[in-house]
């Protein structure tokens, strides 16, 4: 996914705000499903993160032009785990290793991912 930064995402020294760098890689994963017409969540349940370790590498300017790139590491019955990276044209600025689980929302547990779901993360 692309996208430029707008002068919002920045702090008052220009750089981007570092909790945008999350919001750049959720946009990126919520794409993934948008793009085959489906939104990331049901009425039975939906992702959340387990846990995160982020890196941030060289700071993303206003202006620049991103590149947001998601791999999946490990595609489970109620979670999966990915590395997310932000880019400006071959540099790395950003990098995060995330665990996701599906939840029931009216249990608040984990609950098995839909297939309908882990049929459009096996094609990503």
């Not at 969540?41 to 206003?62: D, H, M, R, Y």
């Not at 032009?65 to 540099?91: A, D, G, N, W, Y």
Request: glycine share 4%; hydrophobic share 40%.
């Amino acid at each position: 996914m692309q996208f430029r930064v707008y002068y919002e995402d920045t702090d008052s020294t220009g750089l981007v705000y570092h909790a945008n760098y999350l919001k750049f890689c959720e946009r990126a994963r919520s794409e993934v499903f948008f793009r085959v017409g489906v939104v990331p969540q049901n009425t039975q349940g939906g992702f959340v993160i387990k846990s995160l370790q982020a890196e941030f590498i060289t700071p993303a300017l206003l202006g620049d032009c991103l590149q947001v790139s998601t791999q999946i590491l490990e595609l489970k019955r109620v979670s999966l785990s990915l590395q997310q990276e932000i880019l400006r044209q071959e540099q790395r600025l950003f990098r995060m290793r995330i665990k996701l689980a599906f939840i029931d929302l009216a249990t608040k547990k984990p609950t098995s991912i839909p297939q309908k779901f882990l049929e459009i993360l096996h094609g990503f």
